[in-house]
């Protein structure tokens, strides 16, 4: 399983530095960065990803605050949808602050893609799909790293081999289609009561979909439990 989140707080305080500065500079927050990427880089090492990453340059006249705590620094947003990510630095000292670091991410690992064409509708079986090494987080809808995510599911739309699978390409095929016979249940706590109905719509497991009460004819909005299977709370 990927990490997702990640900060450290750096171990040394700027104001405990040799130099005893007056100001945090750039160097120092350069520092700072260099060490939150290569613990996140070593992290995701043990999870199978290859991270590279540059910080850039900052400008060398730049002077913040002395902290008289350790430095805190995480990634502002996630970096496992974007390779230009930003780190927060910040300080939790009496002149707290803190400041936006534009990075340069590559994290590197497998990732299910379409082992051939396929076509719209179709639904996905092992053989469908294959496992090859992409720049995981340059797939900005997210890619999908995990084959029993996709087992089972169909594909919205068509799509050419090598295609890498993300949560968008493909939905919960429908536990029940628009014109089927379902069995209702009202329940309440552990009692319920069964009738017999008919779809009104398609629906996949969790959804709601209107379904007729063919013993009183009235239509409910009722949760696809199962296929064939509907549940409203009584």
């Known amino acids: 399983m990927r990490i997702t989140n990640f900060t450290i707080i750096l171990l040394f305080a700027v104001s405990a530095c040799p130099a005893m500065a007056s100001t945090t500079t750039a160097e120092q927050i350069h520092s ?84 051939r064409p396929l076509g719209r509708g179709e639904r996905l079986t092992k053989a469908a799909i294959r496992s090859d090494n992409v720049v995981v987080n340059s797939i900005r809808r997210g890619a999908i790293t995990n084959i029993e995510q996709l087992v089972g599911m169909e594909m919205r739309r068509g799509v050419n081999t090598g295609t890498v699978f993300t949560p968008d390409l493909v939905l919960a095929p429908a536990a029940i289609e628009r014109g089927d016979h379902v069995i209702i249940s009202a329940r309440s706590g552990n009692f319920s009561v069964n009738s017999r109905g008919k779809a009104l719509a398609s629906g996949s497991i969790g959804e709601q979909v209107l379904v007729e009460n063919l013993s009183s004819s009235r239509t409910v909005r009722a949760r696809v439990t199962a296929p064939g299977h509907v549940e409203i709370p009584m």
Do not use: H, N
């Open 32 to 115: 700072g960065a260099d060490q939150f990427l290569a613990a996140f880089s070593d992290a995701q090492a043990t999870e199978g990803y290859s991270v590279s990453y540059d910080t850039g340059q900052l400008d060398a006249r730049l002077s913040l605050a002395t902290c008289e705590t350790p430095l805190s620094v995480s990634f502002s947003g996630d970096p496992w949808k974007t390779t230009q990510p930003s780190l927060l630095v910040s300080c939790e000292g009496e002149r707290p602050w803190r400041m936006f670091l534009p990075v340069s991410v590559t994290i590197t690992g497998d990732a299910m893609v379409a082992a």
